[in-house]
Nanobody, 121 residues
């Protein structure tokens, strides 16, 4: 499985970004897809996940109401729409794939390289 994330960048506080992640090498609908992030000096943390057929989504409390995860199974792509961005959202964002529905980092066996999101205050 290969995952390629894109869409990061520099944005002002209150702004928006949309991250994308394309999965290749396996059948996309096999996997729950998730987003995690790692801020400087901090552990990587769960952000959001979506089940194989988009039946369920999960969000970290810190992003609820601001971020929306979605997937397009025809394009093998998962998205993370990030609105009302805050400086504390600054991190490297990683997409990941899991064969089970989970928000635990250890359950995600495949990871992309990450894309930097920087929010200026």
């Amino acid at each position: 499985v290969q995952l390629q994330a894109s869409g990061g960048g520099l944005v002002q506080a209150g702004g928006s970004l949309r991250l994308s992640c394309v999965l290749s090498g396996r059948t996309f609908t096999t996997y729950t897809m998730g987003w995690f992030r790692q801020a400087p000096g901090k552990e990587r943390e769960f952000v959001s996940a979506v089940t194989r057929l988009s039946g369920s989504t999960d969000y970290a409390d810190s992003v609820k109401g601001r971020f929306t995860i979605s997937r397009d199974n025809a394009k093998n792509t998962v998205y993370l729409q990030m609105n009302s961005l805050k400086s504390e959202d600054t991190a490297v964002y990683y997409c990941a794939a899991s064969i089970r529905y989970s928000n635990r980092e250890g359950d995600f066996g495949s990871w992309g390289r990450g894309t930097q999101v920087t929010v200026s205050s």
